[in-house]
């Protein structure tokens, strides 16, 4: 199975294709430790078309057994430790005949289980003799979705050869967007640095230490990067490329972002678990507005909404109705704003506020009260309100504390002729939890 992509991999025999805890995996050593997976799984009886999960993060071994699934035409389910308290329901949902843990040490346990293969989505991919991936969402919005992809459709998006570089896996191993990172890389003989944790002082220094070219990570965590202040204490010149994605980006943390990387290019990206990663552009590192490449997708506006139809979308959910429309166009759910070829991404419309029949973005909120002195984070949502229907909550924290109704008085001082009356939150809490998720992207619910 994707032949071209193995035959790829032996052409940087004795480069580096990993970073690991500090410690480099070559491509040759990572194509032994691949082939040593597939000999195991078919030890196992693992048949083309059955289910493997992957409980581990960007580890040698987890990163072979990925690509072993791969060869073999078997279907991947990756997770990670965070969410083990549903590795049983999200294995059985996807049908998992076995699940390979790896410990911190990148050394194996097995789960075995009687199971065989009989949602149809997941016979439909067997009879195309094509492996698969199983990515879950979220849940932020209900029950987590089990949602099935053609691998090799993901693959292919990859033949195209494009810059070698360094790029470090900010993003998880069960996120579509990690998984399209580590293979993008891999395609074009680059190296991933993984990270042992995401905190702002492990990211410069894993970016000073191993010359990282690419960051793709999330606003919020950027947000945090820039409080930090650990940028100053280290050598980030190798650093060419912020891609950032996941969430609205707050204007005011682009600026800054800008003023203080002026030589780094910051760029906006697009994607979804059931459309896989889109490629795109930012009009330039200081804007919001990007435009799509259409390479492999198709995109229109629907009365404000972006839709997609791609290649690479997924094959639909293991666990629930499609979002396909009859010609296979997906609804994204995200509001956008158009000016000639270029889109602005305004927020889900789901997380829309809605006001006395007036629309509230919370991310537009978020950018103005992020400006506040004493303010480190804040999530911004909707309250049900009787006689409006619903009014803005945000929920703030705070660097230093501050008695509740004195920050109150201040931020109402501080949003008039910022905000417009109805954009101004009126139910206020102050809150020592973070505002993010283990995703790094923002919660905004109470």
Not at 30 to 39: D, K, M, P, V, Y
Not at 48 to 66: D, H, K, Q, R, Y
Not at 174 to 200: E, K
Not at 403 to 417: D, S
Request: glycine share 6%; aromatic share 10%; proline share 5%.
């Amino acid at each position: 199975m994707a032949s071209w992509f193995f035959e790829r991999l032996g052409e940087w025999d004795g480069d580096i294709a990993l970073v690991w805890k500090n410690e480099k995996t070559t491509y040759a050593a990572l194509q032994n430790l691949t082939a040593f997976w597939r000999a195991e799984f078919q030890r196992r009886h693992i048949e083309p078309g059955e289910v493997v999960g992957i409980e581990g993060s960007f580890s040698p071994n987890a990163c072979a057994v990925l690509l072993a699934l791969i060869g073999l035409g078997a279907v991947a389910v990756p997770l990670t430790p965070l969410m083990q308290t549903h590795r049983e329901t999200f294995l059985q949902i996807a049908e998992a005949k076995l699940c390979v843990l790896f410990d911190a040490d990148d050394q194996p346990s097995f789960l075995e289980f009687d199971r065989s293969v009989e949602n149809p989505l997941t016979q439909q991919l067997k009879r195309r003799e094509h492996p698969g991936l199983v990515i879950f969402s979220s849940g932020s919005t209900g029950a987590p979705k089990a949602i099935l992809h053609d691998f090799a459709l993901i693959l292919d998006k990859f033949q195209k050869r494009r810059q070698r570089k360094t790029t470090l896996t900010f993003l998880l191993f069960d996120h579509i967007g990690g998984v399209d990172t580590l293979l993008n890389t891999f395609a074009n003989g680059g190296t991933v640095v993984t990270l042992p944790s995401r905190q702002p002082e492990v990211v410069a220094q894993a970016i000073a230490d191993h010359q990282v070219h690419t960051l793709p990570t999330s606003p919020t965590f950027l947000k945090l990067f820039l409080m930090s202040g650990v940028w100053e204490n280290h050598d980030l010149s190798s650093l060419k490329v912020i891609a950032y994605g996941t969430e609205p980006m707050p204007e005011s943390t682009l600026a800054q972002l800008h003023e203080i990387f002026p030589k780094i290019t910051l760029v906006q990206t697009y994607g979804m678990s059931e459309l896989g990663v889109l490629r795109s552009k930012s009009k330039d590192s200081a804007s919001l507005w990007l435009k799509f490449s259409g390479e492999g997708f198709e995109t229109k506006v629907v009365d404000r909404i972006l839709w997609v139809k791609a290649k690479t979308a997924m094959l639909g959910y293991l666990n629930a109705s499609d979002l396909f429309d009859a010609e296979g166009w997906l609804n994204t759910q995200d509001e956008v704003e158009v000016d000639g070829e270029y889109l602005r991404i305004l927020g889900r419309a789901s997380d829309l506020i809605n006001v006395g029949g007036q629309k509230v973005y919370p991310a537009e909120v978020e950018n103005h009260l992020l400006q506040m002195e004493n303010v480190k984070d804040v999530a911004v949502f909707g309250k049900p309100n009787p006689m409006m229907g619903q009014m803005v909550a945000a929920r703030f924290s705070l660097l230093t504390p501050e008695p509740l109704a004195a920050f109150k008085v201040r931020m109402n001082a501080f949003c008039r002729g910022r905000l417009a009356n109805y954009q101004i939150p009126r139910w206020v809490e102050l809150s020592e939890a973070d505002q993010f998720g283990h995703r790094f992207k923002k919660l905004r619910h109470e």
